[in-house]
């Protein structure tokens, strides 16, 4: 069905940046609404960011707004997450999500219907 790939992560030390690249095939023809998570050790998964399906709108956990910026790419099955001035705290697997539904609650867990493996992002200080 769909595919999610993540990819862009490694270790970066404190005050640093990375991107994230999501990019997701199968019968996924445009664009649609999407999102990241992270789940650091022995902590649930959090939402951090999403963005709608024509990118006009986005969405941001407070621990991250001003410093990370979720955005679609050029290509219509692509979207990134520019993390800058990055934190220890930031340490964990980021996934990213997909719904096929035009709109949904962008912070919940369960209005995504895939998920890709995740990708690791470890912040020194």
């Known amino acids: 069905q769909v595919q999610l790939v993540e990819s862009g992560g490694g270790l970066v030390q404190a005050g640093g940046s990375l991107r994230l690249s999501c990019a997701f095939s199968?019968?996924?023809?445009?664009?649609?609404?999407m999102g990241w998570f992270r789940q650091a050790p022995g902590k649930e998964r959090e939402f951090v960011a999403g963005?709608?399906?024509?990118?006009?709108?986005?969405y941001y956990a407070d621990s991250v707004k001003g410093r990370f910026t979720i955005s679609r790419g050029n290509a219509k099955n692509t979207v990134y997450l520019q993390m800058n001035s990055l934190k220890p705290e930031d340490t964990a697997v980021y996934y990213c999500?997909?719904?096929?539904?035009?709109?949904?609650?962008?912070?919940?867990?369960?209005?995504?219907?895939?998920w890709g493996q995740g990708t690791q992002v470890t912040v020194s200080s």
């Open positions: 999500a997909l719904t096929r539904r035009g709109s949904i609650s962008y912070l919940q867990r369960g209005e995504y219907d895939y």
């Open positions: 199968g019968r996924t023809l445009t664009n649609y609404p």
């Open positions: 963005v709608s399906t024509c990118g006009a709108m986005t």
